[in-house]
């Protein structure tokens, strides 16, 4: 009976820690989408822009930039401690937000100011709840754990993004921002529920020394701990180029193809949109029952599945096609993102485990630079061409990076492919 117990897929909920962290982590997602939703609508009205609802979205990976501070923050005080102080800094902001809404003083200059200040910490929130799992789950329990985290991001794609438009719709903005702020202070009384682990004396003494050393000689040794690691190298290099090639296909540009492609209104934008967030669902859950995988060989098979599926989604004409597509796509892109997030934090040392987590999130600046790029193409060659342009050199790409670090990727006695 004790078997089934520990490889269920349910077996973290065991660890007390993560029975807090997880709906933390929930709730903060949540909240997350449901202001997208009702942020860049009220841009787009209030504005009539569509140039400042892209300056607005721009404004979320500001912290990009500056995630590996996060990460040196975080190893130094805790990721508990950092994580619950920027989930009160995300229910400060909403509150000014809330604010201004019910007091009829809200305009679009002040979402804009909160955007920008919001846009420095929110990036970093997932590379710190990362570091955090690693934390206080059992190294066997891993990918179980980080599977089951990732569908708070999922679900809150589908049902935090129509919670959010149906508040906001039947109540208004005043109203939609008071349920906000109350999920951003749960979640942030949750995340002071997690007991910090205690370190190990040793630890604890590096820890004080670390406070007494210069931040930027521990960013400096952070990047210099990931650059000198082959894998971990070599994952970020895949997850750069995805955020480069695939992310702006499958997500970013989603509102211009399902309009000037598909030629149908916000509700196939909605069904184009969830589509690749049920698939991305789908694949956390059932990596969640897998075990004894090897991460790195499914970190290679699942990116090639994934630019494979957007090299067809390129060439489709039609909704239901491009919804299949996106299915597929938005499941093998979750079973590579979290095989990425396994081999850092495997091979990240507890006291490395923030500034790794932070050079990660830094790498997804990939993303708007792809946008911006594609377009730039779009106006000059097509949308069919530049997807297929993106998804090609992607996969060209991603084999050249497993064919230069074949021996730590694909080996099965590779470290990476621990199981």
Not at 384 to 392: D, E, I, S, V
């Amino acid at each position: 009976m004790s078997e089934p117990a520990r490889s269920s897929a349910l077996a973290p909920f065991r660890v007390r820690n993560y029975r807090f962290q997880w709906p933390a982590d929930l709730l903060t997602s949540w909240a997350f989408e449901m202001e997208l939703i009702i942020l860049g609508w009220y841009v787009l009205v209030e504005t009539g822009s569509v140039l400042l609802l892209t300056l607005f979205a721009s404004l979320g990976y500001v912290g990009t930039l500056v995630a590996p501070m996060f990460g040196v923050v975080g190893d130094r005080i805790g990721h508990r401690d950092l994580l619950a102080i920027m989930r009160a800094t995300y229910a400060m902001l909403a509150a000014v937000l809330m604010a201004l809404a019910l007091s009829g003083h809200l305009a679009p200059v002040y979402v804009f100011i909160v955007a920008a200040v919001m846009g420095i910490v929110r990036p970093s929130d997932l590379g710190v709840r990362g570091a955090l799992v690693a934390t206080i789950m059992p190294h066997g329990q891993l990918i179980g754990a980080i599977s089951i985290s990732r569908t708070t991001m999922d679900t809150a794609r589908i049902a935090g993004a129509l919670s959010g438009a149906g508040l906001f719709a039947s109540l208004g903005m005043g109203p939609a921002y008071v349920a906000i702020v109350c999920l951003y202070l749960t979640a942030t009384a949750l995340t002071l529920c997690i007991m910090a682990p205690a370190r190990p004396d040793a630890a604890g003494e590096a820890a004080g020394e670390a406070l007494q050393r210069s931040p930027l000689r521990d960013l400096k040794e952070g990047v210099a701990y990931v650059w000198t690691t082959p894998r971990m190298q070599a994952a970020l290099w895949v997850a750069f180029l995805a955020n480069l090639t695939a992310y702006p296909l499958s997500n970013g540009l989603l509102p211009y193809i399902a309009k000037a492609i598909y030629g149908t209104n916000q509700t196939g934008l909605g069904y184009l949109s969830a589509s690749f967030a049920i698939g991305s669902l789908a694949g956390s859950i059932v990596l969640s029952l897998i075990r004894d995988i090897r991460v790195a060989r499914l970190m290679i098979a699942a990116t090639v599945v994934w630019y494979a599926t957007l090299l067809v989604f390129a060439q489709m004409q039609t909704v239901p096609t491009a919804i299949v597509c996106l299915v597929v796509a938005g499941f093998s892109q979750s079973l590579a993102m979290i095989s990425i997030a396994v081999i850092l934090m495997r091979t990240a040392s507890e006291n490395f485990r923030g500034r790794v987590m932070g050079v990660r999130m830094m790498v997804i600046y990939g993303l708007p630079i792809g946008l911006l790029a594609a377009g730039s193409l779009i106006d000059e060659i097509g949308f069919a061409a530049t997807g297929t342009l993106y998804a090609a050199a992607g996969l060209a790409l991603m084999l050249a990076i497993v064919l230069h670090w074949r021996a730590d990727l694909w080996h099965v006695h590779a470290p990476a492919n621990a199981r």
